[in-house]
């Protein structure tokens, strides 16, 4: 049952619009705008109609207080004069779905908030679809990347490390929280050029030889390849060809050099050899926790970005590196959190 708040100063026209929205909707009252502003605090409402000139709050406050608290329910301004100014202020400022003027129509109001709450349905089934392929796409992803991961127990929890170490980096780093979880979720794609890569290279229990490194190397331009030209997967796809590149120019496969390697790439490359080390591997035992702080700032400036080094040592201060390692460390793990 949708929820209905109707505010006005006069009694009698809020009598009037309870009982034509008594059957099938709970509704609520405010007799005054600083009414309305405590309930709007303490009750989800999905639609609310709101004179616009009462004594002590316009209407227009009451709305963008509405927006700002519950920006989902639906906004209407109702009023008896022409105020231009008022009216553009809650189109601009209060974002109101329609505009009634006084004296209305039973009916006409009837229709509106009916239309205005099959466009609020609409809403919320849309995005609880988006959502859902949302997670449908990042378990794809995550499903293929521990395809291309040399397939060891531990791969599922790797990727999903890097992706968390990559967007708390990114945070810590100053970007937008939306682009650090994208970077985040993109960054499970930084090996997805391994799919190219035998096994015999990639599951090897030992030290790979010239020609096998050679081979491994290719990974990186495996994964332009694979994640082709969608706009999508633009930083995914800069994250797999960058990965490997380090910060004084001697990494591959192009040798860039400081800021030219891209954000995205110098990010996840610490996550990713901060999480090797850590962890198991076929061919290594995970190193102290101690160890590999030391190593990681040892090449900061050389392997590493200096800045993105410096984020990893405050997160480590302030607890979020041992969280995502204590909720994504599997059975393999080699390395208690401190």
């Keep these: 049952m949708y929820t209905l708040l109707f505010v006005d100063d006069e009694r009698d026209i809020l009598d009037s619009m309870q009982r034509t929205f008594r059957r099938g909707y709970k509704t609520l009252v405010a007799n005054s705008g600083t009414e ?10 999905d639609l609310i109609i709101s004179d616009q000139r009462m004594p002590d709050l316009g209407g227009d406050v009451v709305l963008q207080h509405a927006l ?10 109702l009023t008896g004069y022409a105020d231009m100014e008022s009216l553009v202020r809650c189109v601009n400022d209060a974002q109101i779905y329609k505009y009634i003027a006084k004296p209305w129509e039973p009916e006409d109001l009837r229709l509106t908030v009916v239309r205005a709450l099959e466009s609020l349905e609409l809403t919320r089934k849309l995005a609880h679809a988006n959502e859902s392929l949302k997670k449908a796409y990042l378990n794809a992803i995550t499903m293929l990347s521990v395809a291309c991961e040399g397939k060891d127990e531990d791969t599922g929890f790797h990727v999903q490390r890097v992706q968390h170490y990559t967007e708390a980096l990114a945070l810590e780093l100053g970007v937008a929280p939306e682009e650090a979880e994208h970077m985040g979720i993109m960054s499970i794609l930084h090996d997805i050029g391994k799919l190219y890569i035998p096994d015999a290279i990639l599951k090897k229990p030992a030290k790979l030889d010239d020609s096998e490194w050679s081979v491994m190397r290719e990974h990186a331009l495996h994964g332009v390849k694979i994640l082709g030209d969608d706009p999508f997967f633009e930083v995914a796809r800069v994250i797999a060809i960058s990965h490997h590149e380090n910060f004084d120019g001697s990494g591959y496969p192009e040798g860039l050099v400081g800021e030219a390697i891209p954000l995205a790439a110098r990010i996840a490359k610490l996550a990713d050899v901060f999480d090797a080390l850590t962890s198991k591997r076929p061919y290594k035992t995970p190193w102290p926790l101690e160890q590999v702080l030391e190593h990681i700032q040892s090449q900061a400036g050389t392997h590493f970005d200096p800045k993105a080094v410096a984020a990893l040592m405050r997160l480590m201060e302030n607890g979020t590196i041992s969280d995502i390692m204590q909720r ?8 208690e959190p401190s």
């Design 328 to 335: 994504f460390h599997g059975p393999q793990a080699g390395v």
């Design 36 to 45: 309305a502003l405590e309930l709007i605090n303490s009750t989800p409402v």
């Design 68 to 77: 700002a608290n519950q920006p989902e329910a639906i906004r209407i301004l």
